[in-house]
Nanobody
Framework: QVQLVESGGGLVQTGGSLRLSCIAS????????MGWYRRAPDNGTDFLAM???????TYSDRVKGRATISRDNTQNAVILQMKKLTVADSSVYLC???????WGPGTQVTVSS
């Protein structure tokens, strides 16, 4: 079992940037497939980015060119950096351990106009 905790959310101005962390415990995730999502208006989840076990990254069109997913193996974590934020980026951001389908509780990001 793996436990995930996101952090780094908060209030950001339009055009600003953020750095979110997803720290794992209970399992070494340095070679695991990890994803970042955010809560959708219908309470589902929208895919944002993924990093494979080989370090290959994939991004959704909604964040491509603005987001970077990476690993911080010193913290057993996955990082999401985003720039050029807009109000539409306001949401709860969640990370997911793909193999175990484990989710963190999420971190709130609010972008002010």
């Amino acid at each position: 079992q793996v436990q995930l905790v996101e952090s780094g959310g908060g209030l950001v101005q339009t055009g600003g940037s953020l750095r979110l962390s997803c720290i794992a415990s209970g399992r070494n995730i340095s070679d695991d497939v990890m994803g970042w999502y955010r809560r959708a208006p219908d309470n589902g989840t929208d895919f944002l980015a993924m990093i494979s076990d080989f370090g290959i990254t994939t991004y959704s069109d909604r964040v491509k060119g603005r987001a970077t997913i990476s690993r911080d193996n010193t913290q057993n974590a996955v990082i999401l950096q985003m720039k050029k934020l807009t109000v539409a980026d306001s949401s709860v951001y969640l990370c997911k351990h793909i193999y175990t389908k484990s989710w963190g509780p999420g971190t709130q990001v609010t972008v002010s106009s």
